[in-house]
């Protein structure tokens, strides 16, 4: 029941866990907004106090240059030799911290109304004010310090507009006239502040604006100067002791202040980090916007404080779920755990356990009754599988009674088939026997008869061909030994057994001199690799036999050209000594499928040019003598047919008791072609 667990879980749980997220999303939301709407009002705010502080200056800095012209000290330094004059200006200036301050007589105005407008104002009797950009060459006409002072190279900065200057070499100026008019002396008194690099003026707007707030916090803000994008007066960090001097604003930034003259409130990248920014578009004295007021201050502790809020939010409400939940399921554990029960129940049933009952479940409701009937309805299956179960029990008995019979009776019946198949076997064998028997052994005793009479005839005189007479005597007894072989293959209860102890190494080159007649018709070179080896007990005629027919199926499959290999040497297989004799050949080799059948009775690859029976002759033969024969195809090309037979018991007694004193003789490595 832990679906039905859940559902009633979510269906308590869902104006819970869905409504309330929903509302406090939308809450978050407008509270957020509420929020960045209120940074951009303190921002905004700390804009109007940096622009007051800057119009402040402003309008100081033409008083003071006012009260000077206007004083009767400074007609009577009018009347006074030049050098009085400049040593009074200078002592005015630094008591009244300006970069500059000097004295246009009345006859030389005339050219400087074309150049600035606050000083055609103050000649025409108007004190004048105002912030104007100087090039380089009016800076060195004042000071060459000044000059100096004002220069600053640019530094490369991300998302800015791109330029080729590399310097910024112009001065911005609080630029201030007043007119002289004192003691019969007539002219303009001019003045001013150069704001580049100077830290006074724009850490005194840092401190006026972020020393502390309403609640006597400080708060991590900043203040810029700008002339056009560059930040030619900063307490922004470049580094930890390194101000941002030369870096630029962003292009957004400057499209939106200085192209289309509007104040930016928003976030923006200032250098290296996001900030609550304000920019304020500042125009000289001709009426062009020349460079930029900035403040603003970090936005990390701001996004901080809020993602706080967020997850103290989302805490609470897990909280709030998380108690509910538990409160819910155990109220509702009178409904979960009958179904749980029954659940279980069901369970067992269906891992076999038909004995598995409900019981009392502790509930007299509806779902009581339905645990009730459910046992009821177990009960009935119980009763119906046990007899099911009786009656297969009797219907397995008779199958396997039924099936028992018939398996012995097929087993009976393929004994006899393959009794019938044998006997079918044998039976044409004998009648192949008999009649090969009859006709090679007439042709044989004509050859052995002449044999005879040619002895008789040449009576003394037979030692030249003496070898010849007596090879063709030992063939025609091989002759009958095969017959007799074939015969005993057919019928092996009527013949007995013949052992010797064999050499195999002569007796192999024996059988190479029979078939070198086949050999000698084709293009094969014979390979010999015989090791020294102990004799064998097997019949000298039956392995002659197994040799030969393995050499001349050999001879068929390379198909008049190709190597032939006979490999001789000692092995001990199962802890017995014997030889292996190994005959390969560089044919095409045996298919996979034919490989296993080789020693069959009647097998042949070559239908109707043999019988198939060589090498299950072959086999016979080897196996009664305790031997094995195995068929491998080789790795290069070709088959390859081993032999291994077991030592004799004298030969084997020898060798243990002399191996050790010993040196094994080298293989003999011969070859003819």
């Known amino acids: 029941m832990r679906s039905v667990r859940l559902r009633l879980l979510f269906l308590a749980l869902l104006p819970l866990s869905v409504l309330m997220p929903l509302l406090l999303v939308l809450a978050m939301t407008r509270w957020n907004a509420d929020y960045d709407d209120m940074l951009i009002a303190n921002v905004d705010s700390d804009l109007r106090i940096a622009e007051q502080y800057l119009g402040r200056i402003l309008t100081s800095t033409g008083t003071d240059i006012r009260s000077i012209a206007e004083s009767s000290l400074f007609g009577d330094v009018l009347r006074a030799p030049s050098r009085e004059r400049q040593r009074f200006l200078n002592q005015r200036r630094i008591a009244l911290q300006l970069d500059f301050l000097y004295f246009l007589p009345r006859d030389v105005l005339p ?51 791109p330029t080729t200057r590399t310097v910024e070499d112009r001065g ?24 580049n690099r100077n830290l006074d003026f724009i850490d005194t707007i840092n401190a006026l604006v972020y020393l502390s707030d ?28 390194v ?14 202040v200085l192209t289309q003259g509007q104040t930016w ?27 930029m007021l900035y403040v603003g201050f970090l936005e990390a502790p701001y996004q901080a404080a809020k993602r706080a809020a967020y997850w103290t939010i989302v805490a ?66 119980q009763d119906r599988d046990q007899a099911l179960r009786d009656w297969a029990d009797e219907l397995n008995t008779r199958v396997d009674k039924r099936t028992a019979e018939l398996r012995t009776a097929n087993s009976k019946l393929e004994d006899t088939f393959r009794q019938l198949a044998m006997s079918e076997k044998l039976a044409s064998i004998g009648e192949i026997t008999a009649g090969v028997a009859h006709e090679i052994n007439n042709p044989v005793a004509v050859i052995q008869g002449n044999v005879d009479v040619i002895r008789m005839t040449l009576a003394g005189h037979t030692g030249e061909i003496e070898t010849e007479l007596n090879l063709i005597d030992n063939q025609v007894l091989r002759i009958d030994a095969i017959v007799g ?9 009527e013949f007995g057994t013949f052992e010797e102890n064999v050499d195999i190494a002569p007796l192999v080159e024996d059988c190479l001199v029979l078939v070198d007649h086949v050999l000698s018709k084709q293009s094969i070179t014979i390979h010999r690799a015989f090791e020294h080896s102990p004799p064998v007990a097997i019949n000298p005629g039956e392995l002659q036999q197994v040799v030969i027919n393995l050499v001349m199926n050999a001879a068929q499959a390379m198909d008049g050209a190709g190597d032939l290999s006979l490999r001789l040497a000692p092995m001990t297989r199962d802890d017995q000594p014997g030889t292996l004799l190994s005959v390969c050949d560089t044919g095409p080799g045996i298919t996979d499928q034919d490989i296993t059948a080789v020693f069959n009775p009647f097998f042949t690859t070559k239908p109707g040019e043999g019988t198939g029976l060589g090498l299950s ?24 047919f081993s032999i291994w037979l077991p030592a004799t018991e004298g030969d084997h007694l020898a060798s243990n008791s002399t191996l050790p004193h010993r040196r094994p003789k080298p293989a003999i490595q011969t070859s003819s072609g």
């Open 111 to 161: 050219t400087a109304p074309s150049k600035w407008p606050v000083i055609t104002a103050a000649a025409a009797g108007t004190l004048s004010s105002q912030i104007d950009i100087f090039t380089a060459q009016d800076l060195a006409a004042l000071s060459p310090e000044l000059q100096q002072r004002a220069r600053i190279p640019l530094i490369e900065t991300e998302a800015a507009v």
């Open 316 to 381: 609470v409400f897990i909280g709030v779920i998380a108690i509910s939940a538990p409160l819910f399921l155990w109220l509702a554990k009178g409904i979960f755990s009958p179904l749980e029960q029954m659940t279980r129940t069901m369970k067992r049933v269906e891992r076999g356990d038909l004995a598995a009952r409900n019981g009392a479940v502790g509930s007299r409701d509806e779902i009581g009754q339905v645990a009730a009937h459910l046992d009821t309805l177990l009960n009935q299956v």
């Open 485 to 493: 072989k074939l015969l005993q293959f057919a019928r092996p209860t």
């Open 214 to 241: 309403s609640a006597g916090k400080s708060r991590q803000g900043t203040a810029t100067l700008f002339l056009d994008d560059t930040r030619i007066s900063t307490n922004v960090r470049l580094f930890e002791e």
């Open 243 to 256: 101000r941002a001097l030369g870096t630029r604003v962003s292009a957004s930034v400057r499209d939106r």
């Open 172 to 195: 911005m100026v609080v630029h201030s006239a007043a007119p002289v008019t004192v003691l019969g002396q007539e002219g303009v008194l001019v003045g001013g502040i150069l704001l």
């Open 617 to 640: 002759i072959s086999q016979t033969l080897i196996q009664r003598a305790g031997g094995l024969i195995s068929v491998r195809n080789r790795a290069q090309t070709g088959a390859e």
């Open 265 to 291: 409130l928003d976030r923006a990248f200032v250098v290296n980090d996001w900030y609550i920014s304000g920019y304020l578009p500042l125009t000289d004295s001709f009426g062009k916007r020349v460079g």
